[in-house]
C-alpha cells in the first residue's frame, strides 16, 4: 500500500507538472529621472534635491504599479485580455519594488514572451502618462520621464523530475500514514 500510494502520488505530480501551460518571467527596469531644475544662481547642492524628488516619484511609480486602475490601463493599452477574479488579483499582478531612489523594477508573469513585450512596452507608456498628468496638475512644476529598459523575459519550466521524486516521497510519507491509520482502527474494532 505503502509503495502504491507513493508512485501514484509521484506520477500526479508529474503529469500535473507537465500539464501546466508555460510561462515566462519578466524583469521591467524603470529609471525615474527628473525633468527640469528650477533655474538659479545659488549653489543647488550637487543635485541633491533633485535626487530626493526622484527618490519621492520612484515611490509614487511603485505604488502605481499596485493600483488595479493601473493595471487594467496597462492591460488595455496592450491589448490583452485578463480575466481578473477580484480587486486583490489586480494588486499582485506586477510586483514592483524600488531598487534605488531612482530605480523601480517590475516583475511579472505572462503566457507568451509577445504578450509579455506588449505589457513592458505599456507599463513605461501608462507611467509615463500618469506623470505627464502630474506635470500638468502642478502646473509643470513636477516633471519627470520614466525611462524603461528591454525587458528581460526568460521562459519558466517547471522541474518535471523534481516534480515526481517530491511527489513520490510525499507520496511515501501519505502511505504509511495511511498504514498506521488503518492498524490503528484495525486495533481499536477488534478490541
Known amino acids: 500500500m505503502i509503495i502504491a500510494v507513493a508512485l501514484l502520488t509521484g506520477l500526479f505530480s508529474f503529469i500535473f507538472s507537465a500539464i501546466q501551460p508555460i510561462k515566462y518571467e519578466t524583469s521591467l527596469s524603470l529609471l525615474i529621472s527628473k525633468n527640469k531644475t528650477q533655474e538659479t544662481d545659488d549653489f543647488k547642492y550637487d543635485g541633491y ?20 486602475e493601473v493595471v487594467n490601463a496597462v492591460y488595455r493599452k496592450a491589448q490583452i485580455n485578463f480575466d481578473f477574479e477580484n480587486i486583490k488579483s489586480y494588486t499582485k499582478k506586477f ?4 531598487m534605488s531612489s531612482q530605480y523601480v523594477e517590475v516583475k511579472f508573469s505572462a503566457f507568451a514572451k509577445e504578450e509579455a513585450e506588449k505589457i513592458s512596452r505599456a507599463i513605461i507608456e501608462v507611467v509615463n502618462s500618469k506623470a505627464e498628468a502630474l506635470k500638468k496638475n502642478s502646473a509643470e512644476e513636477v516633471s519627470f520621464s520614466v525611462i524603461g529598459t528591454d525587458p528581460v523575459i526568460v521562459e519558466d519550466n517547471s522541474n518535471l523530475f523534481l516534480n515526481l521524486f517530491i511527489g513520490f516521497i510525499s507520496g511515501l510519507a501519505l502511505g504509511i500514514f495511511m498504514v498506521f491509520w488503518k492498524e490503528y482502527f484495525k486495533e481499536d474494532g477488534e478490541d
Open 49 to 68: 534635491y533633485a535626487l530626493q524628488a526622484s527618490e519621492i516619484m520612484a515611490d509614487s511609480v511603485e505604488q502605481w504599479l499596485k493600483s488595479p
Open 95 to 98: 510586483k514592483a519594488r524600488k
